[in-house]
């Protein structure tokens, strides 16, 4: 667990769709390619393993290998190492890491590892970050993931993109809530997961992937009850 969703310097319900939560490509039946037989919003039951979510501004889609070099562009100015650690040498290991990701998504099964996603301008389809969950075993719970590249901050992408894709999650994995952890000086991050909708539940010191150190951390939640917190339209951020 921890800071798994920096934004750097720049930008970090319930059952059916909320408006402004994103729904999947080609109204509220699941885009081709995802897993038989997982029952998802009203019963239906998906039929494949493709993952697409659209918002008002943004898709939300699979990795593939040719996303490579705007990832290693994102990560040139370092601001992307709470996530991937010492990006210095991304540029030789981020291929393999989209073919890892990629197969993760393929197995489906976010209480085991991780999965990330691109998310693209759905005007000029620029893949700007990436948004995904991972598994915090030290609680035993899943967490919300994201960045977004430094020339896309402060326009509230990525917001967008988190609700949407937690609304999409709840609804899809039998999970109950998200969670997240992000450093207390990382204000822009923790301020993007309120404007998604996810309560603060507790500050303390904590020790992260990538921390030599414990640091102080605020701790979020984001409950899959459709009675907490709804949120607004992406207008709204």
């Not at 197995?107 to 991972?134: C, K, M, N, R, W």
């Not at 998604?196 to 992937?209: M, Q, S």
């Not at 414990?214 to 409950?223: A, D, I, M, T, V």
């Amino acid at each position: 667990g921890g800071d798994r969703g920096p934004d750097g310097p720049g930008e970090v319900r319930g059952p059916g769709a909320q408006p402004g939560d994103g729904v999947p490509a080609g109204g509220d039946c699941a885009a081709a390619g995802e897993i038989p037989g997982r029952g998802h919003a009203g019963g239906a039951e998906r039929v494949s393993r493709r993952v697409e979510i659209r918002t008002a501004r943004l898709l939300i889609r699979e990795l593939r290998p040719d996303d490579a070099p705007a990832f290693i562009d994102m990560a040139s100015d370092g601001s992307l190492g709470d996530i991937f650690g010492d990006c210095r040498e991304c540029h030789q290991w981020m291929g393999r890491w989209i073919e890892e990701a990629r197969a993760l998504c393929a197995a489906d099964a976010p209480q085991g590892d991780y999965l990330a996603y691109a998310v693209e301008t759905l005007g000029d389809h620029t893949v700007i970050g990436s948004v995904g969950s991972t598994y915090y075993e030290d609680v035993r719970q899943v967490g919300v993931t994201y960045f977004l590249g430094a020339a896309f901050r402060g326009r509230g992408y990525m917001a967008e993109a988190l609700r949407a894709f937690a609304a999409y999650f709840l609804r899809t994995y039998p999970v109950g809530l998200l969670c997240a952890a992000v450093r207390v000086d990382n204000a822009a991050s923790w301020k993007t997961l309120e404007k998604a909708g996810f309560a603060r539940t507790e500050t303390k010191l904590y020790r992260d992937l990538y921390d030599e150190e414990e640091k102080w951390y605020h701790f979020y939640q984001l409950n899959g009850n459709p009675a907490v917190g709804k949120g607004g339209t992406p207008s709204d951020l």
